[in-house]
């Protein structure tokens, strides 16, 4: 494996009494896919919300891309290409996918302090959000307003948003929820493809999804590192066995 | 698409303008010519609304201290223009500032002192939301409120009357009709000026605030700032308005940043239908006629716009203005 693009150090986070994370520690690759899995109430949630920043540790480090950005607020670590799509999709409803990927782009193409133009209108902008619509197969859609889109599509176009800004990592928090049958297909075709050019901390719930998409998986067991290696190794750890796959994988 | 509500948008606008143009002709015609300083006051209020629409239609942020800006810029121009007419200076120490008449000094200085008064309250406030950010921009305008009352100098709780309207290159603000097409080109240049701004990219990050910060944040954007600018922009359109409605009335007084000023604004906005931009205009003057004729028959007037209020809200989510223009995207 290459050098760590993201680089966690015994995070710790306590909830009152709770114990969300208790040393969580996690080292993702440049270029791999790693899927960050536990049972329910693991505290994977208040992980991804400490490493994108919607959350501040109580203790431990955070670097990214060589810098510490432990206490950096949610906006700069965007803007350091840390990007991320949301368990619950997290689109703008009453905007346009036009828009929506419009507001993406914007953010990573210099201050938004600008009064007077029309922003659609904005050439670089435009070409910009073309793109985006192309990779996530929305060109139909661009006039519609997000609220009509289909679940599916609505997922799509949140991943187009995150890739608006040509991020380095990406941050997915359980993207196969909710998903029926056919959109997990197409949704895996898609991250086959994201796999290629970004490298991907996949926070997920799907076994069957994570062990076919994933370089590495990391455990996460009442906040706490348990195991962090390939697939293979992961199966075959006794340990995670009996802390979470049980008979998921056994039987 | 069906091309027709953009049209209906466009001819109702139109129409709107040409009868606010020809108001005062009109006036002169039914021999009203008390028309045309009501009309002049109402304008002066949907200055103020169309500003509140900024932060409350388009940021989404429910402010219920939008008076404060309002009686800043009419406090700005009361204070100067009494010592411009005294020729006494308002602080002697630790250098001299001395009081003004001209609108092209007094005006500026209404909008810049309400936007620097807004930096400070925005600063504090924009870190809440929700019902926290409610009250906070009404403990801040109540406090302005008592400020004012408090200062004896400037009349206290009973205000300060000026001696004159300001004056202004080429014009004669003490002229009834030429006050009010001032009043209609302030209006309709702060109408252009939100227009654009909405639509540009800041409006863009606005509205998106308005939906959904959390998801702006981790797009990379700075939300504070922008909401803060945009909260700047619309206290500097309320001292705009306010500095107005000193010259209009020839009097300043506490009443005017009073929370239930901020509220009568907020209904107006309301009324006319939030995130419009045209719509608070015809709240204000729905609004205000309705408080001119209703109160000639009863000082309870209230009582009769209570229920409506509530039909319109209830019934008309886009206001006024969504019933005579149609349309439902949020574009002004």
Not at chain 2, 181 to 206: E, K, N, P, Q
Not at chain 2, 306 to 314: D, N, Q, R, T
Request: net charge positive.
């Amino acid at each position: 494996m290459g050098e760590s693009l993201l680089s966690v150090k015994s995070l710790v986070k306590r909830f009152g009494a709770v114990q969300a994370s208790n040393n969580f520690s996690l080292e993702v690759a440049q270029g791999e896919l790693h899927a960050l899995i536990g049972p329910n109430g693991a505290g994977k949630t208040t992980a991804l919300n400490q490493l994108c920043g919607e959350l501040m540790p109580d203790a431990g480090r955070v670097f990214f891309d060589g810098r510490q950005i432990t206490r950096m607020p949610v906006y700069r670590r965007a803007q350091m290409g840390l990007a991320r799509s949301y368990q619950i999709t997290s689109v703008f409803e009453h905007l346009t996918v036009r828009e929506n990927l419009s507001l993406a782009v914007q953010a990573h193409k210099g201050h938004s302090f600008r009064f007077w133009k029309k922003a659609v209108d904005d050439p670089v902008i435009r070409r910009a959000v073309l793109q985006a619509m192309a990779r996530v197969g929305l060109e139909k859609r661009a006039n519609m307003q997000a609220a009509n889109l289909s679940h599916g599509e609505k997922r799509q176009m949140e991943v187009g948003m995150a890739l608006a800004g040509h991020p380095k990592m990406l941050l997915m928090d359980e993207p196969y929820a909710g998903m029926g049958p056919g959109g997990a297909v197409e949704l895996t075709k898609l991250i086959r493809k994201l796999k290629t050019e970004f490298t991907i901390l996949l926070v997920e719930h799907d076994m069957s999804a994570v062990f076919s998409l994933a370089d590495r998986i990391t455990v996460l067991v009442y906040g706490q590192t348990i195991a962090t290696g390939t697939p293979q190794e992961i199966r075959a750890n006794p340990e995670v066995r009996q802390a979470y796959l049980g008979d998921e994988v056994n039987g | 698409m069906d091309k027709s509500p953009v049209n209906r948008k466009i001819l109702s606008i139109a129409i709107g303008s040409a009868l606010l143009l020809a108001l005062p002709v009109l006036a002169g015609i039914a021999g009203e010519s008390y028309l045309v300083t009501l009309f002049s006051r109402i304008l002066i209020y949907a200055l103020a609304a169309v500003s509140l629409d900024l932060i409350l239609g388009f940021g989404g942020m429910v402010s219920l201290g939008h008076a404060a800006f309002f009686g800043i810029g009419a406090y700005v121009v009361g204070i100067l223009s009494f010592h411009g007419f005294e020729g006494t200076p308002i602080i002697a120490w630790p250098f001299a500032l001395g009081g003004h008449q001209s609108g092209l000094v007094l005006w500026p200085a209404a909008v810049l002192l309400a936007g620097a008064a807004a930096a400070v309250i925005g600063a504090l406030s924009l870190r809440t939301s929700g019902i926290h950010f409610i009250m906070i921009t009404l403990a801040f305008s109540q406090m302005l409120y008592y400020f004012f009352v408090s200062l004896e100098a400037y009349g206290g709780d009973d205000g300060i009357s000026l001696f004159s309207r300001n004056t202004f290159p080429g014009i004669d603000l003490g002229n009834d009709t030429q006050f009010y097409y001032l009043c209609l080109a302030a209006l309709a240049a702060f109408l252009f000026l939100s227009y654009r701004l909405v639509h540009s990219r800041f409006g863009m990050v606005i509205r998106g605030c308005k939906e959904n910060e959390r998801r702006m944040k981790s797009l990379g954007f700075s939300t504070f700032r922008y909401r803060l600018v945009c909260f700047i922009i619309a206290a500097a359109g309320a001292g705009l308005a306010g500095a107005l409605i000193a010259n209009q009335t020839e009097y300043v007084s506490p009443g005017l940043m009073h929370w239930t000023r901020s509220g009568e604004i907020l209904v107006m906005v309301l009324l006319g239908g939030m995130g419009t931009l045209f719509g608070p205009v015809l709240g204000a003057i729905t609004l205000l006629l309705l408080e001119e004729f209703l109160s000639i028959y009863t000082e309870h007037w209230m009582v009769y716009l209570g229920p409506f209020l509530v039909l319109m809200v209830l019934f008309a989510k886009r206001g006024i203005y969504g019933l005579i223009a149609g349309g439902n995207n949020n574009h002004g």
